[in-house]
């Protein structure tokens, strides 16, 4: 048991896999990483369009709060009449 | 130690009480907790026993690692047949009550019979008493918890209760203890109704020796700094798990409506960033609270701020308390969810089911299928609060046609209504689903379709699929401590890859039941959370017991095998609507339409999952209708059950 209590599990070894100050984009098929300068309110990702509202946890640690929800309606809408059309 | 811990067989019929101890050999099959319930179960119960009859066996448990220097050890199982679902019925929850069950010297309460009139257990330092509970029989589930307080006086005892809502055997009454802590899902409430069982108490004062206490306690220290460096968990700290319905609802997961749509839009008062103001605003800044040995504190402490509840406390709310009183209900009022969340705590009914079957009727007004003289006059219509919240006091006390209707769960309330009202009914086995929507997502759908105790979030969800993480960080999870080199998926929409990160999360998931620990303490949301391979350091160090990964994974298996034989016998079938492993239609055959670009439009592909089900099938090692082989009962050691060895 002592030698493997020395032995880092895998989830110790993932942990250095964390980022703070980033969050990753809510469109589940971009997840794009994105970076909001402190204090802001909203971002928008650069890849997909998504525009989100920012809570921040820590001044260190920002969270998505959810969409705009105007953004988030009129790209639901596209992408519905973009099925539709196919 | 924690190994000397006893299990009590108490007749409520005859009043006998008899103990035994475990045997050692059933530890190492089972470990504790659900695992053990669930062997328990399995083999002192007969096929087809009426749920809310005498011959049912409810059973409470504590886990294995219950009360020991282990970190977040305070979950309380509670198993029975469940009268919602005719299957299997199980419910896990936090609080204090399981440490001080086994203070009293025991981990597993096996109870059977029915009270002539209402009664309750008090479990103290290795006795076990029936007392009357006369006077508790009507009172909301807090006021029962002082009155048995005030009447053994000691304010340090801890109750599992039943509020009204079990008293009046609805079928998805909870079993309550604290403010808050629910354990909900599966009516085990109405079983301990059924037996006039109001209350279980428990006070202890027995010690648990530790194997080896130094190590423990160092080791940990280690597991906490895992725990609580997590973002998810520093998440969960500061708003709790309404941060999973935002993010939810933000990319469209949420279940709205009924299953019409998958987003509440402009939820904004709802949000978790909005409860936690209004939970600063009436309780202060240190307004989280945690339970027992658990550093995360999810927990929100409030006042609901205005209203005919206005000034009442309570504790929460939860995903599932937004779910039912704003996404499904289509409600965006925060104080309705503050104030619903409150009632279905002082009545001890699930907040998920109840909130899921108020919507369905909703749709079912809307639809023409059943209209006012149905409701009684009430105009049911999504988005009407007052409603919402009339409609859980009638369920509660099963007042009018469609409140003493739904009182009796959805599959049993769609047969009464008739017309085509079951096509409408979002279920699995005859349990409402989390108010999640899983067209988006085939992986956690498989989750849901052939969880064991009906369409469940907290049996085997493949929930860190969601954070696309890199393959050779999923290789490292997925990939231990049994091998696999199959394919594996973050991708949400991918069916490939998932039976295998759903067979693997039901085993994680049921490692964690049978130890006693909360999965926030594993790789349920956080994928540097701690599993297989941490529990043995945690299990030798504090019970001297050796394992190694791959037996607790063993262990897990079999466990959720013995769950499996508990439903075929109860007539469970692969593709039965309301007792197999089957979704409803609307998974299949209608898109969603809201939320981001990559969510819209999606629906489950019925050939592709059922090649997701045959996979899992064979992972678990059953045959193509979901009964297992021989030779996985034989390499299970479960080929000879029911032993009945206790």
């Given at each position: 048991m002592?030698a493997?209590?020395?032995?880092l599990?895998?989830?110790?070894?993932?942990?250095?896999?964390?980022?703070?100050?980033?969050?990753?984009?809510?469109?589940?098929?971009?997840?794009?990483?994105?970076e909001?300068?402190?204090?802001?309110?909203?971002?928008?990702?650069?890849?997909?369009g998504?525009?989100?509202?920012?809570?921040?946890?820590r001044?260190?640690?920002?969270?998505?709060?959810?969409?705009?929800?105007?953004?988030?309606?009129k790209?639901?809408?596209?992408?519905?009449?973009k099925?539709e059309?196919? | 130690?924690?190994?000397?811990?006893?299990?009590?067989?108490?007749?409520?019929?005859?009043?006998?009480?008899?103990?035994?101890?475990i045997?050692?050999?059933?530890?190492?099959k089972?470990?504790?907790?659900?695992?053990?319930d669930?062997?328990l179960?399995?083999?002192?119960?007969?096929?087809?026993?009426?749920?809310?009859?005498?011959?049912?066996r409810?059973l409470?448990?504590?886990?294995?690692?219950?009360?020991?220097?282990?970190?977040?050890?305070?979950?309380?199982?509670?198993?029975?047949k469940?009268?919602?679902?005719g299957?299997?019925?199980?419910?896990?929850?936090?609080?204090?009550?399981?440490?001080?069950?086994?203070?009293?010297?025991?981990?597993?309460?096996?109870?059977?019979?029915?009270?002539?009139?209402?009664?309750?257990?008090?479990?103290?330092?290795?006795?076990?008493?029936?007392?009357?509970?006369?006077?508790?029989?009507?009172?909301?589930?807090?006021?029962?918890?002082w009155?048995?307080?005030?009447?053994?006086g000691?304010?340090?005892?801890?109750?599992?209760v039943i509020?009204?809502?079990?008293?009046?055997?609805?079928?998805?009454?909870?079993?309550?203890?604290?403010?808050?802590?629910?354990?909900?899902?599966?009516?085990m409430?109405?079983?301990?109704?059924?037996?006039?069982?109001?209350?279980?108490?428990?006070?202890?004062?027995m010690?648990?020796?530790?194997?080896?206490?130094?190590?423990?306690?160092?080791?940990?220290?280690?597991?906490?700094?895992?725990?609580t460096?997590?973002?998810?968990?520093?998440?969960?700290?500061?708003?709790?798990?309404?941060?999973?319905?935002?993010a939810?609802?933000?990319w469209?997961?949420?279940?709205?409506?009924?299953?019409?749509?998958?987003?509440?839009?402009?939820?904004?008062?709802?949000?978790?960033?909005?409860?936690?103001?209004i939970?600063?605003?009436?309780?202060?800044?240190h307004h989280?609270?945690?339970?027992?040995?658990?550093?995360?504190?999810?927990?929100?402490?409030?006042?609901?701020?205005?209203?005919?509840?206005?000034?009442?406390?309570?504790?929460?709310?939860?995903?599932?308390?937004?779910?039912?009183?704003?996404?499904?209900?289509g409600?965006?009022?925060?104080?309705t969810?503050?104030?619903?969340?409150?009632l279905?705590d002082?009545?001890?009914?699930?907040?998920?089911?109840?909130?899921?079957?108020?919507?369905?009727?909703?749709?079912?007004?809307?639809?023409?299928?059943?209209?006012?003289?149905?409701?009684?006059?009430?105009?049911?219509?999504?988005?009407?609060?007052?409603?919402l919240?009339?409609?859980?006091?009638r369920?509660?006390?099963?007042?009018?046609?469609?409140?003493?209707?739904?009182?009796?769960g959805?599959?049993?309330?769609?047969e009464?209504?008739g017309?085509?009202?079951?096509?409408?009914l979002?279920?699995?086995k005859?349990?409402?689903?989390?108010?999640?929507?899983?067209?988006?997502?085939?992986?956690?759908?498989?989750?849901?379709?052939?969880?064991?105790?009906g369409?469940?979030?907290?049996?085997?969800?493949?929930?860190?699929?969601l954070?696309?993480?890199?393959e050779?960080?999923?290789?490292?999870?997925?990939?231990?401590?049994?091998?696999?080199?199959?394919?594996?998926?973050?991708?949400?929409?991918?069916?490939?890859?998932?039976?295998?990160q759903?067979?693997w999360?039901?085993?994680c998931?049921?490692?964690?039941?049978?130890?006693?620990?909360?999965?926030?303490?594993t790789?349920?949301?956080?994928?540097?959370?701690?599993?297989?391979?941490?529990?043995?350091?945690?299990?030798?160090?504090?019970?001297?017991?050796?394992?190694?990964?791959?037996?607790?994974?063993?262990?897990a298996?079999?466990a959720?095998?013995?769950?499996?034989?508990?439903?075929?016998?109860?007539?469970?079938?692969?593709?039965?609507?309301?007792?197999?492993?089957?979704?409803?239609?609307?998974?299949?055959?209608?898109?969603?339409?809201?939320?981001?670009?990559?969510?819209?439009?999606?629906?489950?592909?019925?050939?592709?999952?059922?090649k997701?089900?045959?996979?899992?099938?064979?992972?678990?090692?059953?045959?193509s209708?979901?009964?297992?082989?021989?030779?996985?009962?034989?390499?299970?050691?479960?080929?000879?059950?029911p032993?009945k060895q206790?």
């Amino acid at each position: 048991m002592a030698a493997e209590e020395a032995k880092l599990s895998t989830a110790e070894v993932l942990r250095e896999t964390r980022t703070y100050g980033k969050f990753r984009c809510h469109n589940p098929s971009c997840m794009g990483r994105l970076e909001p300068k402190a204090g802001d309110k909203t971002v928008r990702c650069p890849g997909c369009g998504m525009e989100f509202r920012v809570h921040w946890i820590r001044p260190d640690f920002p969270r998505i709060r959810g969409p705009v929800w105007e953004t988030n309606r009129k790209l639901a809408e596209e992408a519905l009449k973009k099925m539709e059309d196919k | 130690m924690a190994l000397n811990r006893k299990i009590a067989y108490i007749d409520l019929t005859t009043g006998e009480i008899t103990t035994a101890p475990i045997p050692i050999d059933l530890r190492r099959k089972f470990l504790g907790g659900r695992g053990l319930d669930a062997y328990l179960l399995l083999n002192h119960t007969r096929k087809g026993c009426d749920p809310l009859g005498p011959d049912n066996r409810l059973l409470i448990s504590g886990g294995l690692l219950t009360a020991t220097c282990a970190s977040a050890t305070a979950r309380t199982h509670v198993m029975a047949k469940s009268p919602l679902t005719g299957l299997l019925g199980s419910t896990n929850m936090g609080g204090f009550f399981a440490p001080e069950l086994a203070w009293a010297g025991f981990h597993h309460l096996v109870i059977r019979g029915k009270a002539k009139e209402p009664v309750y257990l008090f479990v103290n330092d290795g006795k076990i008493e029936i007392r009357s509970a006369k006077k508790l029989w009507g009172k909301t589930t807090t006021e029962t918890q002082w009155a048995i307080r005030d009447e053994l006086g000691d304010d340090e005892v801890k109750s599992l209760v039943i509020g009204p809502a079990g008293e009046n055997l609805v079928r998805f009454a909870n079993v309550m203890t604290g403010i808050k802590n629910s354990g909900g899902r599966t009516g085990m409430g109405c079983v301990m109704g059924s037996k006039n069982l109001k209350a279980v108490a428990a006070r202890g004062t027995m010690d648990i020796a530790i194997a080896h206490p130094v190590e423990a306690l160092e080791y940990n220290k280690r597991f906490i700094e895992q725990i609580t460096s997590s973002k998810v968990n520093q998440t969960q700290g500061t708003l709790g798990t309404p941060f999973i319905w935002g993010a939810t609802n933000s990319w469209g997961g949420l279940r709205t409506r009924n299953f019409q749509y998958n987003q509440l839009e402009y939820a904004d008062d709802v949000e978790p960033e909005r409860l936690d103001e209004i939970a600063e605003e009436t309780c202060g800044p240190h307004h989280m609270a945690g339970c027992f040995g658990c550093q995360v504190h999810c927990r929100a402490k409030y006042r609901i701020p205005s209203g005919p509840y206005a000034g009442r406390y309570d504790e929460g709310p939860e995903y599932t308390s937004q779910g039912a009183f704003a996404s499904e209900p289509g409600c965006t009022n925060a104080v309705t969810v503050l104030t619903g969340n409150h009632l279905v705590d002082q009545y001890g009914v699930d907040n998920l089911e109840i909130g899921s079957i108020i919507s369905w009727a909703m749709e079912l007004y809307e639809l023409g299928i059943i209209d006012k003289k149905q409701t009684d006059g009430l105009d049911l219509r999504f988005g009407n609060d007052e409603a919402l919240l009339e409609m859980v006091h009638r369920i509660c006390q099963r007042k009018g046609w469609l409140g003493d209707t739904l009182a009796d769960g959805g599959v049993q309330a769609s047969e009464k209504i008739g017309k085509n009202s079951f096509d409408f009914l979002i279920q699995v086995k005859g349990m409402s689903n989390l108010h999640s929507d899983e067209r988006a997502t085939p992986g956690l759908a498989l989750n849901i379709a052939t969880a064991s105790r009906g369409s469940d979030h907290l049996r085997s969800r493949p929930a860190i699929d969601l954070y696309h993480l890199p393959e050779p960080v999923l290789r490292k999870i997925y990939g231990s401590p049994v091998a696999y080199d199959g394919p594996l998926s973050s991708e949400h929409t991918e069916y490939i890859g998932k039976p295998w990160q759903v067979f693997w999360q039901e085993n994680c998931y049921m490692a964690v039941d049978c130890l006693g620990i909360c999965k926030y303490h594993t790789v349920f949301l956080g994928a540097t959370h701690p599993n297989f391979e941490d529990w043995p350091k945690v299990i030798f160090h504090n019970t001297g017991l050796e394992f190694t990964p791959q037996q607790i994974w063993e262990v897990a298996e079999r466990a959720n095998m013995v769950e499996r034989l508990f439903n075929l016998r109860e007539g469970l079938s692969r593709t039965d609507l309301k007792k197999g492993d089957m979704l409803n239609h609307r998974y299949f055959d209608e898109p969603t339409r809201r939320g981001a670009p990559g969510v819209v439009g999606r629906f489950i592909d019925r050939e592709k999952f059922k090649k997701m089900v045959d996979e899992f099938y064979k992972f678990k090692g059953l045959d193509s209708e979901g009964v297992p082989k021989a030779e996985t009962l034989k390499r299970l050691g479960l080929e000879n059950e029911p032993t009945k060895q206790i």
